[in-house]
């Protein structure tokens, strides 16, 4: 098994963009588009066990592939916010039993703009002593914090940070609420999102500036900007966090062109092919739509063969992949019908075999 770690940023990145050409090599000749990251401090979230030992607690992580612990005191991947407080709130934890007893995980969520929100999460109930406790926590360390026990959840400030992400010479204002899913690694996914605009600037200015259907959106991260090269968008999720962030998100943004569907990749086949209507589609006028853009961006197991039908009917497919083996399937569903125009490497995850890749299809003119 390759060790990650103690290859050189440029090797272990070569080694995952040969592998991805090679994966995708029967279906295309383009060489993809390569994102590099920062070498260290390019996480915006980080999760670690607390771990006590006698008096002591510190923070632990899982050896790879194992059940064993090790501690570390630093997490050189981790933002320049996260790896500040790090020390200085378990520091603190330590001299106050009422924090310090039965916690067993401390996550961070962080921006780029160095915002920060810390959860402490606990093998015990959370009373009002310890809510006093972490209130003064929170009050000396300027931060936002979230006590988590069983059926419990103790909010002491805001459960959310907001991102600022910069597109293009524009900032998106992006509200990121703890739990929901958001992208890690806060510059590879402001080149993913430009990279998805770029395709779709291409796309306006080669053919009619359509609509945009949009599947997976989370809290809007690319939807936000692509609205910019389309007349209309609508776009699907249902993540009821995920769609309080996009709410807010097209408020704050002043977005007018976009439209949230709450529905999953299956029901908006069957809503756009009229099988049943949905009472959740009630505000929208599906005919109103002159869609010829489809973007995806979903789960690790990639997309299900009946969206996959319904993606070919598109003449335009932007695909960013958490999984190009996945994605290779899901390409090879649709080869006859339309071909790679470009593809792209973001390296989201440095010194390990992770890589999200960018495919850009158009539908094939057939003579």
Request: hydrophobic share 35%; proline share 4%; with cysteine.
């Amino acid at each position: 098994m390759t060790d990650w770690t103690k290859l050189s940023y440029q090797d272990q990145l070569q080694a995952k963009v040969d592998w991805l050409v090679d994966l995708l090599s029967p279906l295309t000749s383009h060489k993809p588009q390569v994102y590099k990251s920062a070498e260290h401090s390019y996480r915006m979230r980080a999760e670690f066990r607390a771990w006590h030992e006698g008096e002591d607690t510190f923070y632990a992580m899982y050896e790879p592939g194992t059940n064993q612990t090790y501690g570390i005191r630093d997490f050189p991947p981790a933002s320049k916010a996260i790896r500040e407080m790090m020390p200085r709130i378990m520091d603190e934890i330590k001299f106050r039993d009422i924090l310090r007893n039965r916690l067993f995980r401390i996550e961070f969520l962080s921006t780029t703009t160095d915002e920060l929100l810390v959860s402490l999460i606990y093998h015990k109930p959370l009373d009002d002593e310890w809510k006093s406790a972490a209130e003064s926590l929170a009050s000396s360390l300027e931060i936002n914090l979230i006590g988590r026990a069983k059926k419990t959840k103790i909010l002491i400030g805001n459960d959310y940070v907001t991102e600022t992400l910069r597109v293009n010479g524009e900032s998106f204002q992006m509200r990121q609420i703890e739990s929901t899913f958001t992208q890690p690694n806060g510059g590879v996914n402001e080149q993913m999102v430009s990279w998805a605009c770029q395709q779709a600037s291409q796309i306006s200015e080669t053919d009619q500036r359509g609509d945009l259907l949009e599947l997976y959106c989370g809290n809007g991260n690319f939807t936000l900007p692509l609205s910019r090269h389309f007349n209309q968008v609508l776009t699907t999720e249902i993540s009821k966090g995920s769609i309080a962030a996009l709410n807010w998100n097209l408020q704050e943004n002043q977005m007018d062109n976009i439209q949230l569907a709450r529905l999953s990749a299956e029901e908006a086949t069957e809503a756009l092919d009229g099988v049943r209507p949905f009472r959740r589609l009630a505000h929208v006028n599906l005919d109103s739509y002159n869609f010829n853009t489809i973007f995806l961006d979903p789960p690790r197991a990639g997309v299900d063969k009946k969206t996959m039908e319904l993606v070919r009917r598109f003449d335009h497919i932007i695909y960013i992949s958490c999984n190009p083996e996945t994605l290779k399937e899901n390409l090879e569903q649709i080869a006859d019908s339309h071909e790679i125009m470009a593809t792209a490497a973001f390296d989201q995850f440095p010194y390990t075999p992770h890589l999200e890749a960018g495919v850009y299809l158009k539908r094939i003119a057939h003579s």
